[in-house]
C-alpha cells in the first residue's frame, strides 16, 4: 500500500507519524511532571495542618507512652468529617513499621505500605525515638474533588495544547510537503515531455538545492539530447550523401559500359574501383565506430620496435608532406622502449593524426612528429604549425560525426583515432591556438617481459 503512494502522500505521512510521535512523548512527559509539581503544591499546603498536630501528638505520646486514645486529638480538631473527599484535614497515624493506629477514612488505610511510601510520611519523635509517621491525604494520593478536578485540569490543558500543536505542525506540514514536492511535479512533467521526444521545453528550476542541481542535469541532458538529435540527422545526411555519390558514379559508368557509350577499358574500370574503395573505406569506418562503441574492436597486440616502427611511417610521410609542399620533421630519441600495440591500428592512428595535419596546415607550415618516455608510457605527439583551432572546436574535435563547417567526410576520423588509443589502455588530448597550431598527444603502454612479439 505505501509502495503505491505518491512522494508527497509518504513525506506526509512520515512527518504525520514523527509529529505524533513527538507530542505523545511531549505530553506523557509533560502530565508527568506538571501533575507531579501540582501534587507537591497541594501536599505543601496541607504542611501547616500538621505543624499544629504534630506538636500535639508528640505531647500526647510524652505523657501517655501510647497511641491508646489518639483519636481524641483528631476529634477535637473536626478531622473525622466522613472521608476525605470534599474535606481537606485528612489523616493517618502509623507506627514506625507503617501499622496504621488512626485513620481518619477506611480509604486512607494501608496494610501494607510500600518503602517508598514510609520514607514520606512526618516522623513523630519522642525523646530521641521515632514513635510514629504521620501521613495527610496527598501524601497517600488521595485528593479532595476541588484538588482532584485541578489535576484533572492540568491534564486536559497539555491534551489541548497537545491537539492544537499537532494541527499547527500538520498544517505547516502540508505547506512544506507542497512546496518540496511541487519542483518534482514539474520536473516529472519536464522528463514525460523529453520522452515523448518534445526536446524544445526547457527543464524548469534554477535553485542551488539538490533539486535545483537534477533540474539542471536533466535540461543538460535535453541540450545533449538536441545536439545528438542534430548530430544523428547530421549524420544521416551526410552518410546519404557519401555513399550516394560513389554509387551514382559507379552506376552510371557501369551503365554506359553496358549500353556500350563508354569502353569497359582500364582507365573506366580504374574510376570505378576508385570509388567502390571510397565506399569501402566509408563501410570500415562505420564498422570501427560501432565496434569501439561495444568494446569489441579486435587488437591484435604485440611487443612492438617504436622505434622502427615511427621511421618507417616517417618515410611514408616525408614523401607525402613533400608533394604538399610541407615540411615534415621526425624526432626520436635513440632507442625507446618496445611498446604493446596492434601494429596495424597503431599505423591506422599516426596516420589519422598526420592525415589531420595534412588538411589543416598551409604549404608554409611544418608537421613534427616526436616520441619519448613519460611517466612509464610512451608519449607520442603530432604537431603543426598550422591553423589551429578555437578552444570549442577543441573540446568537440574527438566527438563522433563532428565536423567544421566546409569539412568533408563523415567525421569519424578522430572519433576512431580515440577509440583505438583508448582501446591499447592509452589516452590522447589536444593542444591548440588560433594561427599558432594544434598538437595532438596520445600514449601507449610498454610492452612487459611476458609480452611475446
Known amino acids: 500500500m505505501i509502495k503505491g503512494m505518491s512522494v508527497r502522500y509518504k513525506l506526509f505521512l512520515g512527518l504525520a507519524i514523527a509529529v505524533l510521535a513527538s507530542l505523545a512523548a511531549v505530553y506523557v512527559v509533560a502530565t508527568h511532571f506538571l501533575i507531579s509539581d501540582a501534587k507537591g503544591f497541594i501536599a505543601s499546603e496541607h504542611a501547616t495542618q500538621m505543624d499544629g498536630i504534630k506538636s500535639q501528638l508528640i505531647s500526647y505520646y510524652s505523657e501517655h507512652s501510647t497511641w491508646d486514645g489518639v483519636e481524641t486529638i483528631f476529634s477535637s480538631r473536626g478531622q473525622n468529617r466522613g ?178 557509350i563508354q569502353p569497359a577499358d582500364e582507365e573506366n574500370l580504374l574510376k570505378v574501383n576508385e570509388r567502390l574503395e571510397h565506399l569501402e573505406g566509408l563501410i570500415d569506418e562505420l564498422q570501427d565506430i560501432a565496434l569501439a562503441e561495444a568494446d569489441e574492436l579486435p587488437l591484435d597486440r604485440r611487443s612492438l620496435d617504436i622505434n622502427e616502427f615511427l621511421n618507417a611511417v616517417g618515410d611514408d610521410a616525408r614523401t607525402l608532406f613533400s608533394g604538399e609542399s610541407k615540411e615534415f620533421h621526425l624526432d626520436l630519441p635513440p632507442k625507446l622502449p618496445a611498446v604493446y600495440a596492434d601494429p596495424r591500428r597503431l599505423h591506422q592512428i599516426v596516420w589519422n593524426l598526420l592525415s589531420n595535419a595534412i588538411r589543416h596546415t598551409r604549404p608554409e607550415d611544418a608537421v613534427t612528429l616526436r616520441a619519448e618516455v613519460s611517466d612509464g608510457k610512451i608519449l607520442i605527439q603530432v604537431s603543426d604549425t598550422g591553423e589551429g583551432m578555437s578552444d570549442d572546436i577543441a573540446a568537440h574535435v574527438f566527438d563522433r560525426f563532428y565536423k567544421e563547417k566546409g569539412s568533408k567526410g563523415l567525421g569519424l576520423g578522430l572519433a576512431i583515432t580515440r577509440a583505438l588509443v583508448e582501446a591499447h589502455g592509452g589516452k590522447i588530448w589536444v593542444e591548440s591556438a588560433i594561427s599558432k597550431g594544434t598538437t595532438f598527444s596520445f600514449t601507449l603502454p610498454l610492452a612487459q617481459p611476458d609480452h611475446r612479439s
Open 83 to 260: 472521608g476525605i473527599h470534599g474535606q481537606g484535614g485528612a489523616f493517618l497515624l502509623t507506627d514506625p513499621e507503617g501499622t496504621a493506629i488512626y485513620a481518619s477514612s477506611p480509604g486512607m488505610n494501608r496494610p501494607s505500605p510500600s518503602p517508598r511510601l514510609l520514607s514520606e510520611g512526618i516522623p513523630i519523635v519522642v525523646a530521641g525515638n521515632k514513635v510514629g509517621l504521620l501521613f495527610t491525604a496527598p501524601l497517600l494520593g488521595e485528593f479532595t474533588d476541588v484538588e482532584t478536578r485541578l489535576l484533572s485540569s492540568v491534564r486536559r490543558t497539555v491534551a489541548y495544547a497537545a491537539v492544537i500543536s499537532l494541527v499547527v505542525a500538520l498544517l505547516i506540514g502540508i505547506a512544506l510537503v507542497r512546496l518540496i514536492t511541487a519542483p518534482f511535479v514539474r520536473l516529472i512533467s519536464a522528463t514525460q515531455a523529453i520522452s515523448a521526444g518534445d526536446l524544445t521545453r526547457p527543464v524548469p528550476g534554477g535553485g542551488t538545492d539538490e533539486i535545483g542541481r537534477l533540474a539542471r542535469v536533466l535540461d543538460e541532458l535535453r541540450v545533449g539530447l538536441v545536439r545528438s538529435e542534430e548530430v544523428r540527422k547530421r549524420m544521416l545526411a551526410d552518410v546519404a550523401h557519401e555513399l550516394r555519390n560513389p554509387l551514382a558514379v559507379v552506376k552510371a559508368k557501369v551503365e554506359a559500359m553496358l549500353d556500350k
